[in-house]
């Protein structure tokens, strides 16, 4: 009976349960894909760090301080594959790095040729070397011939350098994939794989030959370091290119930098017949199906753990995936809180849109509901038709809901991130039961919370609705009755809550969260205020609405007086019942605003940012071990390496790399002293960190980054040439109130040892020195730095005690320089000096990067990197704006519907007096587009300067420069987006009575 007479109220507003009905399942749909990303998203970042880590799950090699560091694949292989059944791939390798020497391309002779010939002339070379046998005569190609002849477009003259190398049977070691850029993936003996970045730099092709030497890793003694470049063992071969390509996951190796070849000829070639440099061991993917990546990477653990317990601790043990998800797996919770609760707030504009439809039901219903106190139904038989008629809409839009979301996962989702983590789709998993369960709950929560308020006004209805509609709102028996009986006062518990709230974070929740790291309660803390942050920002906007709607007003009646003037007072007169409806579109627009503003502030302004926190446009550092001679001791000198100079320039290298012209103006940096700093009586005494330079950084740092408060650029030169001068923070003189000319003392090491100094300059900002900074709290904390020559450093940091200071001992812990103000390029435009930067760091790396570990940072690449990083994070952000405003659309639908057919006798009206029906249409049109634009900028406008109080609330923290910018894709979509649904609402809702005569129309009420 209740249902049948559901079924017939549905049926009876079909517009309004079809809406409602969309409204679910797109919104449920939306929330099982969010749920189900969650769910994809840790195997998608596994993909990711598979790219750069490598596709497998543990590396095993032999201790360093074990007699042999070769590894009997034969003997450990069988007991790794034994140790558990989610052992899948077990497979030998051989790994290091070679020395290359490749003859040089004759570029010119190669242009000459022209594509036709050069092709068919390599063809031939190419097939040529293909019908030699490396191995042939059972001799092992270890020396070039003397007089080997060079493929044509290549001369005697040789590039020398180092690049990574890795032997494998690709037959078995399926590990990763490669996408070929010329040539073939052919691992025949003597052929070989080069990665393009290695091609690049040797200027290697199809065909070529080029030569490598290897040094088999030697072991060392127990508490000792081993030396650099150093081997009893080393061999030569030639190698044949068969193909250029980028690798996703084979080599375990972030870039594309590497030689490839097939592994039983390098063992050949070596003479190490069934021997290993390590043992690649991937795991099942299924354990990584937990959405909990620290339960996954302790599994891998496990996992390895077997294996050590097996083979023993002469191996060392590496999980480069595990590692990398064990560190990070902080970003992933942030992620799913995130996504849930963008989850909810979108469902809840469905809970808006429902509450709003079943609303409006009950009030048309009221009669009815009447006829039914009359009949004798009870107060809770009129709540139970309400929630009978939510929950038959909440079984058919979310189940419809949860298939459409499962669709949109395994069609659209797990195809797209399968394609961008470069994995099979296989295996990423489809959408689990977890996530429709938990988008089910979800929705039926909201149903349940939006149904409760019509449900209860439908309870409360009175039998004079059915009997004098005109009196039912006054005070009956039953109001007069709950008047004198006393009741608990809800309204003043739950304000002792809302007030309790803000202590007890405080006190209670915030010391919880940060203290023992629950972090679980941080990720909900921080998103539950971007939440309330995104929901407060649009109620404090909200009345901005009504200018809006007045200025709009404004234009229509600009465009045509009469329709302005029905709209006008059409609008005014419906504000209170389209609050919700505006106030959920402000909502949906602010959300999204917000995101695309920040983000194009963050483009806009990352080219400073970057040159901000590197300084110059290269910035070069060692990352490898400085090797010193220590004369102590019997013996010729032995080579050591102390653990303070790691990461340091010896001095002859730093002499080869400044050597270089293309360098341009440089400056070399020491590593950062950490001592005291006080006035000359003690009042103030605070840490300081100290920088030694050699040269002026004000002429090779960007000039953005720097900031005067007194001195200037002279106070670098006046440094050079006095020991006794230092250039000093902001920060730090407002501490001490001493300026220019004022003298303080450093604590150097050693007892007793103190540098009085003078003050020559003082820097508020100075790019790639965070501790130049005009806040004095970080002063007082300590976090300050502070600039002085070499050779005063060099003194400072020295013990009096240990006698002078030793000019050979390693202090350069990088080297900024300037390659685009070098002589011939300085002035011309910003596109040659970014080459020129890319060429020189290019060459660093190439000469150094593997030799002698130095790392170089390209300023030009840095910003690159960012802005790819802000193109992907802006397909995200127009995927979610999508969502937002597919939801807010119902909305607008549902507003124009309820207009329209809340003035049924006001078109009537319209119609009998000869009103005509583009009028009519024209009016209901104004009203949408009005009252839905007027919410849409409201968003925009509250997004807008949310995104701007966010940029320079952190550009305050960071004192860095913000760079004005606005969203040029988001915003305008948007605003098209609403304006098309106005534009179709307006025509469904209409077009029914527009067809229709007035009396029609009449006989319809």
């Known amino acids: 009976m209740t249902l049948r007479y559901v079924l017939k109220n549905l049926n009876r507003r079909k517009i309004r349960t079809i809406l409602m009905l969309l409204a679910l399942i797109v919104g449920v749909g939306a929330l099982v894909a969010l749920n189900a990303t969650v769910d994809v998203y840790e195997r998608f970042y596994v993909a990711t760090i598979s790219n750069s880590a490598g596709d497998y799950d543990l590396v095993i090699t032999k201790n360093q301080i074990e007699p042999n560091l070769l590894i009997d694949e034969q003997a450990v292989i069988p007991l790794i594959q034994a140790s558990d059944p989610e052992v899948k791939r077990v497979v030998p390798r051989i790994q290091g790095v070679v020395n290359v020497d490749a003859p040089v391309r004759e570029e010119e002779a190669a242009g000459e040729q022209g594509s036709g010939g050069a092709g068919g002339e390599l063809s031939e070379?190419?097939?040529?070397?293909?019908?030699?046998?490396?191995?042939?005569?059972?001799?092992?190609?270890?020396?070039?011939?003397?007089?080997?002849?060079?493929?044509?477009?290549?001369?005697?003259?040789?590039?020398?350098?180092s690049a990574q190398f890795v032997a494998l049977n690709r037959t078995i070691d399926d590990m990763g994939d490669f996408e070929v850029i010329s040539g073939t993936l052919d691992f025949a003996p003597g052929y070989a794989v080069v990665l393009q970045e290695t091609a690049d730099t040797f200027g290697l092709r199809p065909g070529d030959t080029f030569d490598i030497s290897y040094a088999l890793p030697v072991p060392r003694q127990k508490g000792i370091e081993s030396a650099a470049n150093v081997s009893s063992r080393q061999a030569r071969t030639t190698l044949t290119v068969s193909g250029i390509a980028l690798q996703r996951g084979v080599t375990g190796l972030g870039g594309n930098d590497g030689v490839l070849v097939d592994l039983d000829y390098t063992r050949h070639w070596l003479g190490i017949p069934g021997q290993a440099e390590r043992i690649v061991v991937a795991f099942d993917e299924g354990i990584y199906s937990d959405n909990d990546p620290q339960a996954a990477a302790f599994r891998a653990r496990t996992l390895a753990e077997n294996i050590q317990d097996i083979l023993g601790e002469s191996y060392s043990y590496s999980l480069p995936r595990a590692t990398i998800l064990s560190d990070t797996f902080e970003a992933f919770i942030f992620f799913q809180a995130l996504v849930s609760i963008y989850g909810v707030l979108s469902l809840s504009v469905v809970g808006l849109l429902v509450r709003t439809m079943v609303m409006t039901n009950v009030r048309e219903q009221t009669r009815d509901l009447a006829l039914f106190r009359i009949l004798g139904a009870p107060r809770a038989y009129l709540f139970t038709l309400v929630a009978v008629e939510v929950a038959t809409l909440g079984v058919v839009g979310i189940g419809l809901g949860a298939v459409l979301g499962q669709v949109l996962t395994n069609t659209v989702i797990v195809p797209f991130i399968a394609e961008q983590a470069q994995v099979a789709i296989t295996d990423v998993p489809p959408a689990s039961?977890?996530?429709?369960l938990l988008s089910v709950a979800t929705a039926g929560a909201m149903l349940a919370f939006s149904a409760y308020a019509p449900a209860r006004r439908a309870a409360g209805t009175k039998i004079m609705y059915a009997i004098n509609p005109g009196v039912a709102e006054g005070l009956g028996l039953d109001d007069l009755a709950k008047l004198r009986e006393r009741h608990v006062n809800v309204k003043i518990f739950w304000s002792g809550l809302v007030t309790l709230v803000y202590p007890a974070l405080i006190f209670f929740i915030f010391p919880l969260a940060f203290s023992f790291g629950v972090l679980w309660l941080l990720a909900s803390l921080f998103f539950t205020a971007l939440l309330l942050l995104i929901v407060s920002t649009s109620l404090i906007f909200f009345p901005i609405t009504l200018p809006m709607e007045r200025l709009l007003i404004g234009l229509v009646k600009l465009v045509n007086g009469p329709i302005g003037f029905f709209a006008q007072r059409n609008i005014t007169r419906g504000q209170n019942r389209n609050t919700l409806i505006s106030l959920m579109v402000v909502i949906s627009a602010t959300l999204p605003t917000f995101f695309a503003t920040s983000l194009a502030i963050e483009t806009a302004n990352t080219p400073t940012d970057t040159r901000l926190s590197n300084g110059t446009p290269l910035?070069?550092?060692?990352?490898?071990?400085?090797?010193?001679?220590?004369?102590?001791?019997?013996?010729?000198?032995?080579?050591?390496?102390?653990?303070?100079?790691?990461?340091?320039?010896?001095?002859?290298?730093?002499?080869?790399?400044?050597a270089d012209g293309a360098l341009g103006p440089n400056v070399a940096v020491t590593y950062r002293f950490d001592t005291q700093v006080r006035d000359d009586v003690g009042l103030r005494n605070v840490g300081v960190r100290v920088f030694g330079i050699d040269g002026n950084l004000s002429e090779i740092t960007y000039p953005e980054g720097i900031r005067w408060l007194a001195g200037g650029p002279a106070s670098f030169a006046e440094a050079q040439t006095d020991p006794n001068t230092v250039i000093v923070s902001q920060g730090l003189s407002e501490y001490f109130e001493r300026s220019v000319g004022d003298t303080l003392r450093l604590k150097g090491e050693g007892l007793d040892h103190e540098r009085v100094v003078r003050i020559v300059g003082v820097l508020g900002r100075f790019s790639g020195f965070d501790g130049f900074t005009s806040k004095r709290t970080r002063a007082e904390d300590g976090r300050t730095d502070l600039f002085l020559n070499q050779t005063a450093f060099r003194e400072l940091t020295r013990d009096p005690l240990e006698g002078p200071y030793d000019p050979t001992y390693p202090i350069v812990e990088r080297l900024m320089a300037a390659p685009n103000l070098r002589v011939g390029i300085a002035g011309l435009p910003e596109e040659v000096g970014n080459t020129a930067i890319k060429q020189v760091a290019t060459d660093l790396r190439k000469t150094y990067g593997l030799t002698e570990n130095v790392n170089v940072r390209s300023t030009p690449e840095d910003i690159e990197t960012a802005a790819a990083s802000a193109q992907q994070i802006r397909v995200v952000i127009l995927v979610l704006t999508t969502l937002s405003f597919v939801l807010a659309i119902f909305g607008v639908f549902v507003v124009t519907y309820i207009s329209v057919y809340t003035r049924r006798a006001e078109i009537a009206m319209l119609k009998a007096i000869g009103d005509s029906n583009r009028h009519l249409f024209g009016m209901f049109l104004s009203e949408a587009l009005v009252m839905t634009l007027s919410a849409t900028l409201t968003g925009i406008v509250a997004g807008i300067i949310l995104g701007y109080v966010f940029r320079f609330s952190n550009a305050f923290r960071s004192e860095t420069p913000t760079i004005a910018a606005f969203d040029e894709i988001v915003t305008p979509y948007m605003l098209i987006l609403m304006a098309t649904a106005a534009l179709v609402s307006t025509l469904l809702a209409t077009w029914g009575y527009l067809r229709k005569k007035a009396i029609e129309i009449i006989r319809m009420i």
């Open 125 to 161: 070379v190419s097939n040529q070397l293909a019908t030699i046998d490396p191995m042939g005569n059972g001799q092992q190609p270890t020396h070039l011939a003397p007089e080997r002849s060079l493929p044509l477009g290549r001369t005697s003259e040789t590039i020398h350098g």
């Open 619 to 658: 910035v070069i550092r060692k990352s490898g071990a400085a090797l010193l001679e220590d004369d102590d001791g019997p013996g010729p000198p032995r080579q050591a390496q102390p653990a303070e100079v790691k990461d340091r320039f010896t001095r002859e290298l730093l002499g080869e790399i400044r």
């Open 433 to 436: 039961a977890k996530a429709i």
